[in-house]
């Protein structure tokens, strides 16, 4: 009887294993599909990952861009949580960098320039006098090689690689790049980079989606709650440019150490808030660089949606949207206006090649870089 009992039990438990594990891979998903061609002729895929939970990520191959993030709100609805566009010809028309991956180097390096071993390069400029998110033909311009796998632990990732050859916008080294988004079943976007050069080089990898947690095109971000992990910033020039400085934000409208409205503070008569036309400035992270450290917190009171922003990198550009102008018409046909989205990037400080005292992005021949960031989903009362 007592072994009749152990058997039934032992089946029951092994059922629940196989049913568990049968529904995961069961809603687990990947596909793909073309979206459409580029000028110059190079088809684009447009992929979408499903997790267990059925939070879904589109993700193309052209700038490797999440075009849409579905995340649950408190009541279990999913939403669109990027700002975004509907077809690849309005991505081709131009954009501000809605939902891609950036590089050779996130940010600015002033009047494009740097030296490294005794060389001067000049990179492409496109910001006024200065290099911004890697040149004219960035990361976010290329077509990448990519292809979905299914990970270990029954998740979903896409595997996107590109080689950036020696002086592409001015940079020295061929640089081999390989960025993998994964679609995490803890509702999470996790995205690996890594990258190696055969020549000296300087390098700083981000990711630039735009969120609402209200749901693209559903208003400015304003009363989003905030926390940045963060007790110092780098302020800039009126060219956006890091003075060298590493300064407190305790007490002024940069303080985002404990929870407050993105909204809050953002016309206070602050002169690097003027500079910006808003927030649009890197934190120095608290967390310890290279280790993953929780960076940045938010908070959407009316959907209850949270999202947490982890990651290796020791700083953040907390940008919000300050140069849409409803110009761009969103996914859902809703006009993206200013503020509509913002910015949580990570990343070495803007100007690094430039500011020997700033964490170094230098690249040495024969070594890796690795960086890790999560953007986790979660809801809250
Ligand atoms: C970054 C920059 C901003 C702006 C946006 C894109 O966040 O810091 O100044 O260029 O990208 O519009």
């Not at 566009?85 to 494009?112: C, E, Q, S, T, W």
Request: proline share 3%; aromatic share 10%; hydrophobic share 35%.
């Amino acid at each position: 009887m007592r072994s009749i009992n152990k058997f039934l039990i032992t089946l029951s438990a092994l059922l629940l294993v196989f049913a568990s594990t049968f529904a995961v891979s069961a809603q687990v998903n990947m596909s793909k599909e073309s979206f459409g061609r580029t000028a110059d002729g190079q088809e684009v895929q447009l992929f979408t990952l499903t997790n267990k939970n059925g939070m879904e990520a589109r993700i193309m191959d052209y700038g490797g861009i999440v075009v849409s993030l579905k995340v649950p709100d408190r009541t279990a609805t999913l939403g669109d949580v990027v700002l975004g566009l509907n077809r690849l010809d309005d991505y081709l028309k131009g954009h501000p960098y809605f939902g891609a991956l950036i590089g050779r180097y996130g940010n600015r390096i002033a009047k494009g320039r740097f030296t490294l071993n005794g060389v001067e390069y000049k990179l492409a400029v496109n910001n006024g006098e200065n290099h911004l998110h890697g040149g004219i033909k960035g990361f976010d311009k290329v077509v990448w090689n990519a292809k979905y796998v299914k990970t270990t632990k029954g998740e979903v990732s896409l595997v996107l690689t590109y080689l950036s050859k020696d002086g592409e916008e001015g940079y020295p080294g061929n640089l081999d790049v390989k960025v993998v988004y994964t679609l995490t079943n803890n509702n999470e976007l996790r995205i690996d980079y890594t990258a190696t050069t055969d020549k000296d080089t300087v390098v700083n990898l981000t990711h630039h989606s735009y969120f609402n947690l209200k749901g693209e095109g559903n208003g400015d971000i304003l009363d989003h709650k905030l926390t940045i992990n963060a007790n110092r910033f780098t302020p800039t020039d009126a060219g956006s440019i890091p003075t060298g400085e590493l300064k407190s934000v305790i007490g002024g409208p940069f303080d985002f150490t404990k929870s407050t409205a993105i909204g809050a503070r953002i016309n206070q008569p602050d002169q690097q808030l003027q500079f910006g036309k808003g927030y649009d400035h890197n934190y120095v992270l608290n967390g310890r660089m290279g280790t993953v450290h929780l960076a940045a917190t938010v908070f959407e009171p009316t959907t209850g949606r949270v999202m947490e922003v982890f990651t290796t990198e020791p700083g953040i550009q907390f940008y919000t949207g300050n140069f849409l102008d409803g110009t761009l018409t969103g996914k859902s046909g809703k006009v993206y206006q200013q503020r509509y989205g913002f910015c949580l990037e990570t990343q070495h400080f803007p100007d690094s090649p430039n500011q020997p005292k700033f964490p170094t992005t230098t690249l040495r021949k024969g070594q890796t870089m690795h960086s890790t960031t999560i953007y986790r989903f979660s809801t809250r009362k």
